[in-house]
Structure formats: structure tokens, C-alpha cells
């Protein structure tokens, strides 16, 4: 394995040499970062149209189905990205060039607005819909001078239709692939709901929810990827595709436009190959939004930026104090790692105890003999998908489209069939049986377990940050807790702070029950993430960074290599 990644690693070493030859007439796609592209848009060694043509012949080669590769990144390729970059071309002349994304291909999560595409959450029963308006984030990529690439695959509705669906898989689209390893499960073994694990499912895990746009820009087939979180599918995608990713604060990014899971939690964010392009792209998607209360919080200076890469320290893990609760013992070889280069950095890491428990979920399967729920668990995600997505059903689904509640959802997968319910939709199922009026029972109850929630989570974290003396503000305060890639989203998500995932290396693909005999598992991408207290990206994108810098661990998968059309010198 050693040889298999030092291999890797000296490609990854070659290929980001070459993307960053730009300014010396030669542009080389793979790995290229925002700062290269607009270099070698601005030395015209490239146009944008040039761009978009260059990553359509990625996907064309490597995500399509029939091709070897088979990926499934897309859900949909803009049809017309081409002529919006040949219009952002011509829009040099008045300054357009100088926008912070001029000419970028960015593609998005398809639960995220597109009002020339279709949102579908990866569902059959929004397949065709599309929306009355572009979601906020995608006016404000656009306004950036972004290109529309397309939309991504994802885990379906976020991963909250049912249990037990595998990570980046939908009714309308199938299973995604990882680029490190693009093959399919072969064990025969079920997957302890009955249903065999040969089933077409990746051996490698996509992460998800937001899995589309982590392989699409894992593997080089567009420049940046923006996902959504509720918890998790930021930072899950991000660590299997290695890369980087920023799950923001809640009320940093409006989340006017995108389909829920739960407003409380739900917030959009980049995922990139590079801490900078990260910071690019916070940039440009944060602000208020007077459609989205939560973002009223931008408006009170120093929450929010439109340039974080002024917080860019390759220094800043000097003098750093960062917690580590404990992480799985799969990924102690990385994590370790990972202490021993942030100490040989200057940072002090102290290794701390587990974060009090958190309120579990409900039981929800069989959906009916667990509801109403009984106390002790949390009902906030259940109650909430009924509640936002009939919201935003109303919000932005055409009238003319049928589907326009999550009952209608329900009542869509039953009659489709079973093309629509591999899976179960019990999550679904169970969330339709809330009562969501106001003062309600299940209202106030859900009330309840919010406040718990907030309460819970936000004091587990400040518990930790304020180091041993307790006291916030004093001089044993930790910077930022430390986690194995998505494994501590949970307690940050429902507190509504954010974390920042940086690939960390490799860990061996040892899986229960194993692969078959002749069936070598290649090892996965693995990360490390930095958590902190609300509005702290400026901090966790220096260390990010610091440790970025320190490691470069970032390496681009050999199954998808670069192609002859990949390379443009200029004459």
C-alpha cells in the first residue's frame, strides 16, 4: 500500500505544479485552484468557454454511465453552460473578469435552486421540477461570476427518507462512486435489514449527503462544489472524496431555496480541494438575506465576512490550543498523524473526554408502532422535514407541479413503486405523522426537544472550549475541537456551529463482513476536522490551513486521470 500511495502522492506533487504553471503559459485542469484558472484566464491562455468545455470532456470520459468509470457525479449538466461562459467572456471588456469567481464551474447539490434546471433532492417524485427562482447561494455564485456547471447526485432528500440507505444513492439517479475506488460492492452478505449488499452500492463510500458535488470535484470534473449539511453531509462527502469542507455557521448562508431537512440546522457551504478555494467561496455565498431571519446575524459586524482569505496563517497552529475527544480506533494511525504534525507545529493537543451525550433520535421504524414518539429522544429532524419542506413547497415548487407536500411525496413513492422505495421511506412515513400546526402537541413538543437540543449541544461545546477553568475568554481556552473526519458532526450540528474537514491521508478499507477473496480494497481518503464556537471560520480556516500546509495531503484519485484535451499552452 505504501508504494500505491507514495505513487499517488508524487502525482498529486507533479499535477499541482503543473495547474499552478498557468502564468507561464501552460494550464494544466487537474487540480487546478480558483487563483489558477483566473490567471490563465486573465494571461488568455484560457477563456471561459475554453473552461467549461475542458470539464465537460471530464465528464463526458468519466462520469457518464457506460463508462468504465461510471462515477454518477451529475445529475444533470447544464445544457447551457458553454453559452453563459462565451457571454462571461465578452463581459471582460466592462470589468466582469475581476469578480471573485469570474468563469469558475461550480456545481451544485440538487436540492439547491436552479430556476434553468431542475431540484429534485434525487427524487422521483420532484423528478422535472423546477423552481420559481435560483436559491440565494446560487444568486450569489452567479453574481460572482460563477458557470453553472450542473447539478450533482446525492443521498436522497439528504439522507432523510429512510434508514439504512447507502451513503450517495437516490431513486432518481442510483448509487455514486467513489474516484478512489469506483467499483461496486461485491460481497453477497445482507446488510442487517435483509437486503444484500451486492446490490449495486459503492465498495468505497461516497459520504453523503452531499456526495455528488465531493466526487465531482474529487475528481477533477468541476472546480468547485458547494453541499448542504443538516449533519454531517458536508463533512462525511468531504472526508471520503479528500477533500475540503466547510459546514458554516448557521445564519452565515441564507438558506432561502434549498430543499430541508430542517431549517434549524440546514446550512449550504463549499467543498474544494484547497483551504484558499474554501475561503474564495465562503466569501462570496455569505450574507444576510431578508428572506432568511437566521442571516440577520451578518448584519452585526464580525460575523461575517465577504473575503476569509485574509484569515489565511500557514502560522496559526503556533501557539493553538485544540481538543481532542476520541475518535474511532480505525482512524488513529491518521489522527495521530495529525496531532504529532499540529504539535510539531507549536500547537498545544490535549486529549479530552467524549462531549456529554446529546438526545437521540427517535425510534422510526416501523414507522407506525413508534409514533407518538416517548420522551428521552429528540423529534426536531422529524418534525421539522414535515414542516420546511411543505414550506418550501409552497415557497418554490411551480403550482402546476403535482407534488407539493411531503405527503404527496409519500403517496408519490407508494404508487411508483418499487423504483421509488428501494429502501423504505420510513423516516418519511414517520415524519408525515406530526402535526405541525401551531400549538399542537407534537409543536410543542418539538418546542421542547429544540430547546434541549440547543441547550445540550452548545453546552457540551463550551464545556470543552472553556478549558479547565471554565471561564470563556481566559488563557486555557481550546481554539477548536479536533475530530476524525464526520465522526463528531452530531453535537456541532445541532448547536449550529461550524467545522472545517482537511483530507488527513489514508486508512485501510476494512470492512464487516470482508471482501472477498481476489477483491483488494484499496485504502480510503480520511480527514481530520476542526469544530469551533458560532462565527469562528476565521479561526478554523487558519488552522485548516496551517495544517494544509503542513501535510498536503491532498491527493487526486488515479482512476481518473487527465485526459489530452487537460493541457492548453499557449503559443
Do not use: W
Request: charged letters at 15%; one cysteine or more.
Amino acid at each position: 500500500m505504501k508504494r500505491v500511495l507514495v505513487g499517488m502522492a508524487l502525482l498529486a506533487l507533479s499535477t499541482v505544479v503543473a495547474a499552478n504553471n498557468s502564468s507561464s503559459g501552460r494550464f494544466d485542469l487537474v487540480e487546478a485552484t480558483i487563483p489558477s484558472i483566473q490567471t490563465a484566464i486573465q494571461n488568455d491562455i484560457i477563456t471561459a468557454e475554453q473552461l467549461v468545455q475542458m470539464y465537460l470532456a471530464r465528464i463526458a470520459a468519466y462520469d457518464a454511465q457506460g463508462t468504465a468509470t461510471r462515477l454518477n457525479s451529475y445529475i444533470h449538466v447544464n445544457a447551457d453552460a458553454v453559452r453563459e461562459a462565451r457571454e462571461a467572456n465578452q463581459g471582460r471588456a466592462n470589468g466582469y473578469q475581476k469578480r471573485p469567481l469570474f468563469g469558475i464551474p461550480v456545481i451544485l447539490k440538487d436540492n439547491i435552486n436552479t430556476k434553468k434546471m431542475p431540484t429534485t433532492a434525487g427524487s422521483v417524485a420532484f423528478e422535472g421540477s423546477i423552481p420559481q427562482s435560483d436559491a440565494f447561494v446560487t444568486r450569489k455564485l452567479l453574481e460572482a461570476g460563477a458557470i453553472i456547471l450542473g447539478k450533482a447526485t446525492m443521498t436522497e432528500f439528504a439522507n432523510f427518507l429512510t434508514n439504512g440507505m447507502p451513503a450517495g444513492y437516490s431513486s432518481l439517479a442510483g448509487y455514486g462512486y467513489n474516484p478512489y475506488d469506483p467499483r461496486p460492492d461485491p460481497r453477497m452478505a445482507n446488510d442487517g435489514l435483509g437486503r444484500p449488499l451486492n446490490d449495486g452500492r459503492p465498495a468505497l463510500t461516497t459520504g453523503g449527503s452531499s456526495s455528488g458535488p465531493g466526487i465531482a470535484v474529487a475528481a477533477n470534473l468541476a472546480a468547485v462544489g458547494i453541499g448542504t449539511e443538516t449533519s454531517g453531509s458536508i463533512l462525511s462527502p468531504g472526508t471520503a472524496n479528500m477533500l475540503v469542507g466547510i459546514k458554516p455557521t448557521v445564519g452565515l448562508i441564507s438558506r432561502d431555496g434549498i430543499i430541508p431537512i430542517v431549517a434549524d440546522q440546514d446550512i449550504a457551504g463549499p467543498m474544494t480541494r484547497t483551504v484558499r478555494d474554501a475561503a474564495i467561496v465562503l466569501g462570496v455565498i455569505a450574507g444576510f438575506d431578508p428572506r432568511d431571519p437566521s442571516t440577520a446575524a451578518c448584519l452585526m459586524p464580525g460575523n461575517c465576512f465577504s473575503d476569509y482569505t485574509q484569515f489565511l496563517d500557514a502560522t496559526a497552529l503556533q501557539g493553538a490550543r485544540i481538543a481532542v475527544p476520541p475518535f474511532p480506533a480505525s482512524r488513529a494511525v491518521v489522527m495521530n498523524a495529525a496531532i504529532a504534525t499540529m504539535t510539531a507545529q507549536g500547537a498545544t493537543v490535549v486529549i479530552v473526554p467524549a462531549l456529554a451525550p446529546q438526545l437521540p433520535g427517535c425510534p422510526s421504524r416501523p414507522p407506525a408502532a413508534n409514533f407518538p414518539p416517548a420522551p428521552g429522544c429528540t423529534t426536531v429532524l422529524y418534525y421539522g422535514f414535515k414542516r420546511d419542506l411543505n414550506q418550501y413547497a409552497q415557497d418554490h415548487v411551480r403550482t402546476v407541479f403535482p407534488t407539493q407536500s411531503l405527503a404527496d411525496v409519500v403517496a408519490f413513492n407508494i404508487a411508483f413503486g418499487p423504483g421509488a422505495t428501494k429502501y423504505d421511506q420510513d423516516l418519511a412515513i414517520f415524519s408525515d405523522f406530526f402535526d405541525v400546526s401551531a400549538g399542537s402537541a407534537d409543536t410543542l413538543r418539538y418546542q421542547a426537544d429544540r430547546a434541549e437540543d440547543i441547550t445540550r449541544s452548545r453546552g457540551a461545546i463550551a464545556f470543552v472550549l472553556n478549558g479547565p477553568d471554565g471561564v470563556e475568554g481566559t488563557g486555557d481556552d481550546f481554539d477548536a475541537l479536533l475530530f476524525s473526519g464526520n465522526s463528531g458532526a452530531g453535537t456541532p450540528a445541532k448547536a449550529g456551529y461550524p467545522s472545517i474537514v482537511v483530507p488527513g491521508g489514508f486508512f485501510d478499507n476494512v470492512v464487516n463482513p470482508p471482501f472477498p477473496a481476489g477483491f483488494n480494497a484499496r485504502p480510503g481518503p480520511a480527514g481530520v476536522t476542526f469544530s469551533g464556537r458560532a462565527f469562528s471560520e476565521p479561526r478554523l480556516i487558519a488552522l485548516a490551513y496551517a495544517f494544509e500546509q503542513a501535510t498536503h495531503h491532498r491527493v487526486p484519485p488515479a482512476s481518473t486521470p487527465p485526459l489530452a484535451t487537460d493541457v492548453v499552452i499557449k503559443p
